[in-house]
């Protein structure tokens, strides 16, 4: 068997039906038996799309998304999506090409460092220079990029090791030696933070990205049935709890919801749970709740203390940990009475309601919210990077299991369209909704010739304000309403674009013309694009300003904006 008849069969041993791709010379070797095998492969317009694509499988599936690349410039045009993947934790195995064994290092055409420029930015990365070395390396591979706390890993691949040939079945089995896991005492501590929810007057469960990764939502919910305690969630963490009415609270931080902030400033106990305290949500980690007991779970031990001072560490998947601290409660009979906690609450929600003022233009929410309303059999919402991706957390109540993808830890513009496209293939038959702005979606836009070509039931709602909207908001706050490079003036026929790829399009440009061209595209059998035309001057509020606390503010007020401190 050759190299590349190994690297296919062991794939489809671990289940992979489906990969993502673009070929080149390195690789035509590999390409030729893939085309020959069961697994599926998606010819991307952009190595880019692939990565971002396999990205967005893995994230709605809870599978490990595969994508392929020839070496030199198409290894490269994957970094970005790597490195997107490894912040947001995300299991990806890249296999990528390269030149000759004997021609690496002599600048040869199409050759670059691939392990060297990634080795930041994978969970592992290796180069294959013997073809002995497959079974070892593919197997160790698959393993670190879904064990412990979920990344991407790359093997990079010889041409001469896929044409290679060798007896598979008498190579010697791994022999590596394994790292052995952080070990904390989760028993142990359990006594403590058992101890501590039992004085706790105003406890609040943060849920992080970590809860989505161990697939504990099942368990989440069963601990908030139980303790009543209410529950907040980071970007990444949106969705593991659904969001309408008795749900959480919303996202907590920058853009956070009011209530959700005020929750976090006044609590007494923190549980922080597969979270990694990221600026977004601490602002100074200096001055994060210096009076709060925070109990920290994560499965990866580094991200303990690393950013913000904690009381009781954990190291755990949050779904051990969530089924073990349940059961240490009833075991030792634990209630918990929080009615003025939740009184206080409700009171904030009423106070500090997450408003925004309608008129004569279309504003960014009016269209999520619209879309919210009307959508049904909870439908997988994807989001670019930007202002629109701010206005989906705050107004898109998420209900579905791992039914919310964005780019969190790197904000990659041009992630959404290729993601949204990778869940389309990962839930087939579910519908895919993507929200985007006229800046994300023109970097990526010719994977619609994808999402075209398999007819993917993915609803494009692209937010055009003319601007890079979150760059323009900055300045106008920041930067005495100095608008340098982010206003756009000039672009293309967004609908004619659709069009050209085979995709329908439509355009909303008054608020009147929301429902019914919604209710047209949502009801479409395939894929669309609504450029909505939305009042280029709105801002994402509110607003923790850079450094601030959780409860000071920049919002709309009692008819005003302004700063304030909330509570």
């Given amino acids: 068997m050759n190299g590349a008849e190994y690297i296919v069969k062991f794939l489809e041993k671990k289940g992979v039906d489906l990969v993502f791709g673009y070929p080149g010379g390195a690789v035509l070797f590999l390409y030729d038996v893939l085309g020959r095998s069961s697994i599926q492969h998606i010819l991307t317009r952009h190595e880019q799309g692939a990565i971002h694509a396999a990205d967005g499988y893995a994230r709605v599936t809870g599978k490990t998304g595969v994508c392929l690349a020839t070496s030199g410039p198409g290894a490269t045009n994957l970094v970005t999506g790597i490195a997107n993947a490894y912040l947001d934790s995300v299991p990806i195995l890249v296999l990528t090409g390269q030149v000759g064994v004997e021609s690496i290092g002599r600048d040869s055409f199409q050759e670059a460092d691939i392990v060297g420029i990634t080795m930041p930015i994978t969970k592992h990365n290796y180069l294959i220079k013997e073809i002995d070395a497959l079974p070892e390396v593919l197997e160790e591979a698959w393993k670190v990029a879904r064990e412990g706390r979920p990344g991407p890993v790359l093997i990079d691949i010889p041409k001469n090791v896929f044409t290679g040939t060798v007896d598979f079945p008498e190579v010697l089995s791994s022999t590596r030696k394994q790292k052995i896991p952080f070990k904390n005492g989760l028993n142990k501590q359990l006594g403590r ?339 909505c035309i939305v009042d280029p001057e709105e801002n994402v509020l509110p607003m923790v300003p850079p450094g601030g606390k959780p409860n000071e503010m920049l919002g709309r007020w009692h008819g005003e904006t302004h700063i304030s401190r909330l509570g």
């Fill in 193 to 531: 933070i058992v101890g501590v929810l039992k004085k706790a007057q105003r406890p609040l469960l943060f849920a992080g990205g970590g809860v989505v990764s161990a697939g504990a939502e099942e368990e989440l919910a069963e601990f908030v049935k139980y303790s009543g305690i209410p529950v907040v969630t980071s970007l990444m963490g949106k969705g593991v709890i659904p969001e309408k009415e008795g749900g959480s609270l919303g996202m907590i931080g920058m853009h956070g919801q009011p209530v959700a902030n005020l929750a976090l400033s006044a609590c007494d106990v923190l549980i922080a749970l597969g979270t990694r305290f990221s600026d977004r949500v601490t602002g100074n980690p200096q001055h994060f709740l210096t009076d709060t007991c925070i109990i920290h779970v994560d499965i990866d031990p580094a991200e303990l203390f690393k950013n913000v001072h904690i009381d009781l560490p954990v190291v755990s998947d949050a779904k051990k940990f969530l089924q073990m601290l349940l059961l240490a409660l009833r075991e030792a009979k634990v209630s918990f009475t929080l009615n003025s906690w939740w009184e206080q609450i409700k009171a904030w929600a009423q106070e500090y309601p997450l408003a925004f003022t309608s008129g004569s233009l279309l504003k960014p929410q009016e269209v999520i919210r619209e879309v919210a309303r009307q959508a049904e059999d909870e439908p997988i919402v994807v989001t670019d990077v930007g202002q629109h991706q701010m206005f989906v957390a705050q107004h898109y109540p998420v209900q579905g299991k791992r039914s919310f993808v964005t780019s969190g830890g790197l904000g990659t513009m041009g992630f959404g369209l290729p993601a949204a496209m990778g869940a389309a293939f990962g839930r087939p038959g579910e519908t895919v909704i993507l929200f985007t702005g006229d800046g994300g979606l023109q970097m990526t836009a010719q994977e619609l010739a994808v999402i075209a070509q398999y007819q993917l039931p993915v609803k494009v709602f692209m937010l055009n304000n003319s601007c890079l909207g979150m760059v323009r908001q900055w300045q106008e706050l920041f930067f005495n309403g100095h608008y340098a490079q982010s206003v756009f003036t000039s672009g293309p026929d967004y609908l004619k674009l659709a069009e050209a790829y085979g995709v329908k399009a439509w355009q909303i440009s008054k608020p009147e013309e929301a429902k019914a061209l919604v209710s047209k595209a949502l009801q479409h059998p395939g894929p669309v694009v609504v450029e």
